[in-house]
């Protein structure tokens, strides 16, 4: 990475803490990462984009700023990105994937809370991340009690505006959600300084559009067996897909699915044929957070698909585009996030449904429900995934993890007793 230290400095990050953060993301990407055999070549994109991940965006997202752009961040898949791109801003996912700043965020938060609300708390009191630092303003959402009580603390420290997410799926909640999402865009043209028009949403709509068609091209690639690519680098690639450049992002993914057509033809895999397949889901795996992915395929498996929010939850739903005025389309955008099946909906049966289809159409052996701990919607609700898997007779795995690495030899025996079952 080049010298970005003037940068870092100039968005008032605490570099002494910054240093450390970045002291130990290489060597965790190279073990989990660039050790892999047989790696699609295009991946080295990927590989450029973490490399650089406190520089080069950075330093774009800067530049979009000096010329008059605006930065919006967001911790959830709910908050539509088509909006804040129609005003000309930029829209990017704050990670919360490490446990750093943990100290920072207990003086303001309890303990016992899932760590990816104490990782973004922790983020903004330590001032250690430029995403956080360059946001002009951060989305956050009423999903769960954890999040939304957050919010409150979160918006003494940087503006929050908090959209009203249903806990339901009628009609009444849906109306409830078409008026978050325009009350949302309304805030977005004051924010921006520019209005949101009728033919720069249909092109965002249009663009987002092309960068969830190209993930659910690479998902569909690795419904064949052998998989032409390992669950981490897919999983990185949906990690990445909440920050990087659309245009340019979109272009990557559909130049790396060309090459692993190619594999496909030739028969080609990351792991040999037959290999256990297997799906993860449950609470979204925030970058860095390639922990449990990084022990399941160390331990004789592939992950062929992630039912998470970081993963198919993100891009199988589009945006219909057959709209033509503005209140048509922001009708057709609040459908869209209303298709997110998340566990903070009562009762949520789209999402079991969709796992049952998921280990059919991927023609996996097992499902592996990881919950972040102190993650009330997901621990929960594990328990009708369980009864449903069992009825249809699908093999479950349940973990309940954190960000530490403490846990990690008892997971690995865990998983691998999983694995042999599978084989
Ligand atoms: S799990 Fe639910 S709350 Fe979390 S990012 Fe996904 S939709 Fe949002
Ligand atoms: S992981 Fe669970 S507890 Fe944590 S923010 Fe998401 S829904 Fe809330």
């Known amino acids: 990475m080049s010298n970005y230290s003037e940068m870092w400095s100039s968005l008032g990050l605490n570099l002494e803490a910054h240093d450390q953060l970045l002291k130990v993301l290489p060597p965790t990407y ?35 700023k000096k010329a008059g752009g605006k930065v919006i961040g967001a911790f959830c898949v709910f908050v539509p990105e088509e909006i804040v ?34 990782s973004f708390m922790g983020f903004k009191l330590a001032k250690i991340c430029p995403y956080f630092e360059s946001c002009d303003l951060v989305v956050g959402e009423t999903t769960c009690d954890g999040k939304k009580k957050a919010f409150e603390i979160l918006n003494d420290y940087v503006p929050v505006h908090v959209m009203e997410t249903p806990q339901m799926k009628k009609g009444r909640d849906r109306d409830l959600w078409l008026e978050e999402v325009k009350d949302f865009a309304r805030l977005v043209e004051e924010t921006t300084g520019n209005q949101i028009s009728a033919a720069t949403l249909a092109r965002s709509i249009n663009e987002v559009n092309g960068k969830r068609r190209a993930l659910r091209r690479l998902a569909d690639l690795r419904k ?12 990185l690639i949906e990690q990445i897909a909440m920050y990087d450049d659309v245009e340019r992002f979109t272009a990557r993914v559909n130049q790396l699915c060309d090459e692993l057509e190619q594999r496909v033809q030739a028969g080609e895999g990351v792991f040999p044929a037959k290999t256990p397949r297997v799906i993860v889901t449950g609470t979204p795996m925030a970058i860095p957070n390639w922990k449990v992915p990084h022990i399941i395929e160390t331990s004789g498996a592939v992950i062929v698909a992630e039912e998470l929010c970081t993963g198919l939850r993100y891009f199988e739903n589009e945006v219909a585009e057959d709209a033509t005025g503005l209140d048509n389309m922001l009708e057709n955008v609040a459908a869209r996030y ?86």
């Open 338 to 423: 209303m298709g997110i099946n998340c566990a903070v909906f009562t009762p949520n049966p789209g999402r079991l449904e969709k796992l049952v289809q998921l280990v059919k159409e991927y023609n996996a052996g097992g499902v592996i429900h990881c919950t972040l701990s102190f993650c009330d919607p997901y621990a929960v609700e594990a328990n009708r995934v369980e009864k449903m898997l069992k009825q249809e007779g699908i093999p479950l795995l349940k973990i309940e993890t954190g960000y530490d690495q403490e846990d990690a030899g008892q997971l690995k025996t865990r998983i691998e007793a999983f694995v042999e079952m599978l084989k």
């Open 224 to 235: 064949c067996d052998p998989a032409p690519i390992s669950g981490k680098d897919s999983l």
């Open 85 to 118: 791109r129609a005003a000309g801003g930029i829209c990017i996912g704050l990670c919360s994937g490490i446990d750093i700043g943990t100290a920072e965020a207990e003086q303001v938060l309890p303990r016992n809370i899932c760590p990816l609300i104490k």
């Open 30 to 64: 190279h073990d989990v990462y660039l050790t892999q055999p047989n790696r699609p070549k295009n991946m080295e994109y990927f590989d450029f984009v973490v490399n650089e991940i406190h520089g080069l965006r950075i330093q774009e997202l800067q530049e979009h």
